[in-house]
């Protein structure tokens, strides 16, 4: 039988409830995201030496998204705020680039 080593583990965010998180294929930052009921549209990302993870936005309510290909982005759809629809953002919260107006998205 091995031992396993130990691992250090640390909190990068508190009071999420029963969200989901999910690591960018490089594995360079990792996207959280709170309980819907307690924080609506609400993207916490975090990346590897940072103390505490980092809402992506405060003024659109973010709803489904996925890692976008080959960088640290995601492509999410903004539900509400100044620029509903379809965006491609930075792990800074600003928007890179719209993708589509939010009429007809589905």
Sequence with gaps: MHARPAVA???VASGLG?????WSGD???????PDPARQPGALLSWQPG?????????TRR???YAWFPGAPR????ALGGPEPGLLVIG????????????????
């Design 74 to 77: 995601l492509v999410a759809c």
């Design 27 to 33: 594995g360079s930052a990792l996207v959280l995201v």
């Design 62 to 64: 973010l709803g489904d």
């Design 91 to 106: 792990l800074n919260g600003a928007p890179v680039r719209k993708l589509a107006a939010m009429g007809g998205l589905t």
């Design 18 to 22: 029963p969200g989901l998180a999910s």
């Design 50 to 58: 940072q103390r505490q993870a980092r809402l992506l936005s405060e």
């Design 9 to 11: 583990c640390r909190r």
